[in-house]
């Protein structure tokens, strides 16, 4: 079975810096998409980046990218110029890329709470 | 409408109570789930519906009953419940349960927070 592990409870970073957060799997599929979600106070979970394991390149959304080491089996999240706004829950999340009915489901890590001070 | 919508926000019940969980999406979704979540830990799957029919149960407890009348639609009944069912209750969807690209973006609503007395 597959496994998610995010060994940072909590960062805590400077508003306007850069923060990582990190993030490692373990599968022994070739063929899967790594997710990175946030979870601000309001509960709502929103998809910040998707990775598909199968391209090289970097996912990239605005001020956040990931560092995607296929082989290492790492996934971090970097935050450049941090807001206030960016305070959450971030969730890492691992999916096989086979279908629902193979019992393929969104496998999560515990958790990484960022704090961004003013 | 690119939202998943929860109703109720909050909902406190008794031990004996039944009540139920409502989810509403429009985005022509045809995968809908449920998740249940405890303060400070991920969620924890519960069920999966594709196509309007039930494709997926993580064991949950018969007290504990879901139903998806049409696609747009899913509701978690809620009969005799533990304390210990107290809970953040996550409703999501995505485009379907297959393999394409869209099947794996989960959209999420904003949770209902039950609290079982």
């Known amino acids: 079975a597959q496994t998610v592990t995010q060994s940072q409870p909590e960062m805590s970073v400077q508003e306007a810096e850069t923060v990582t957060l990190s993030c490692t799997y373990d599968t022994s599929e070739s063929d899967y998409y790594l997710f990175w979600y946030k979870q601000p106070p309001s509960r709502q979970m929103i998809l910040v980046i998707r990775q598909e394991a199968y391209k090289q390149q970097n996912a990239t959304e605005n001020r956040f990218s990931v560092n995607f080491q296929k082989a290492a089996k790492s996934f971090s999240l970097k935050i450049s110029d941090s807001q206030l706004g960016d305070a959450a829950m971030y969730f890492c999340a691992y999916r096989s890329a086979e279908p629902w009915e193979y019992g393929n489901k969104l496998v999560f890590g515990a958790g990484t709470i960022l704090r961004v001070k003013s | ?117």
């Open chain 2, 1 to 117: 409408d690119t939202e998943v919508t929860q109703t109720p926000k909050h909902l406190v019940m008794g031990m004996t109570n039944k009540k139920s969980l409502k989810c509403e999406q429009h985005m022509g979704h045809r995968a809908m789930y449920w998740y249940k979540q405890k303060a400070k830990k991920p969620p924890e799957l519960m069920f999966v519906y594709s196509y309007e029919k039930l494709s997926i149960n993580e064991s949950v407890p018969s007290r504990f009953s879901p139903e998806c009348p049409n696609s747009s639609l899913l509701n978690l009944h809620l009969h005799a419940l533990q304390p210990e069912d107290s809970a953040l209750y996550l409703c999501a969807s995505s485009q379907d349960g297959g393999t394409s690209s869209g099947a794996n973006v989960l959209t999420f609503g904003a949770g209902s927070r039950l609290t079982v007395l």
